[in-house]
Each structure stands twice: as C-alpha cells, then as structure tokens.
C-alpha cells in the first residue's frame, strides 16, 4: 500500500520559513498529480500546492508567491517551501497524492506566532 510521510512542521514566527517534506513508500511517478493540502481547526482541509508528473505547477491565492512545491523522483520526495509564513497560515499540513485514487498522509503541525 502506498504511504505518504511528511515531517518538517514546527513553530515559526511570522515572516520564518519552514520546508515541509512529504516521502514516499514507492516511486512517485506513481501519482499524476502531488501537493499538500491543511487544515486549520474549525475549518474545511483546502489544497495549498500541487504538482504534476509534468512538473506543472498550481498555487492557492493565499499561499502563491510565498509557497514553492518541488518533486525529486530520485528521492520519492515532494517538498513545500514556506516563506514568508502568516498566522494564518497555521494548520496541520498533509501530503496529497492522486492516482487518481487520493492518498493522504498523517499530516505536520505548522504554527505560526504573530
């Protein structure tokens, strides 16, 4: 079965940065399509970055120009680099994968203090 493990999540003051990195049980040239979503408590889990196979790219408008999603199939990793991070930006943060069947993994704690 295919699992996905992320780790990288922590507390950061606003305007830190933190790369979140999301490992794979198995090649990800598994998946068409790779990102990471979060949840914020009391709210809805909302896709922030997603990569293709293609290595297309798509950004949510609250994160774009501040997040950067990369893939390195030789190392079955997909990383989220977070710059310039809001308080809103606090959540638990979960890797994503699709093929087409969705995969979630357990999900990083990112908390971010004003």
């Known amino acids: 079965q295919v699992q996905l493990v992320e780790s990288g999540g922590g507390l950061v003051q606003a305007g830190g940065s933190l790369r979140l990195s999301c490992a794979a049980s198995?090649?990800?040239?598994?998946?068409?399509?790779m990102g990471w979503g979060r949840q914020a408590p009391g709210k809805q889990r909302e896709l922030v970055a997603t990569?293709?196979?293609?290595?297309?790219?798509n950004y949510a408008e609250s994160v774009k120009g501040r997040f950067t999603i990369s893939r390195d199939n030789a190392k079955n990793t997909v990383v989220l680099q977070m710059n310039s991070l809001k308080p809103e930006d606090t959540a638990v943060y979960y890797c994503?994968?699709?093929?087409?069947?969705?995969?979630w993994g357990q999900g990083t704690q990112v908390t971010v203090s004003s």
């Open positions: 990569i293709s196979s293609g290595g297309s790219t």
């Open positions: 994503w994968g699709a093929t087409p069947r969705s995969y």
């Open positions: 198995g090649s990800i040239l598994s998946f068409n399509a």
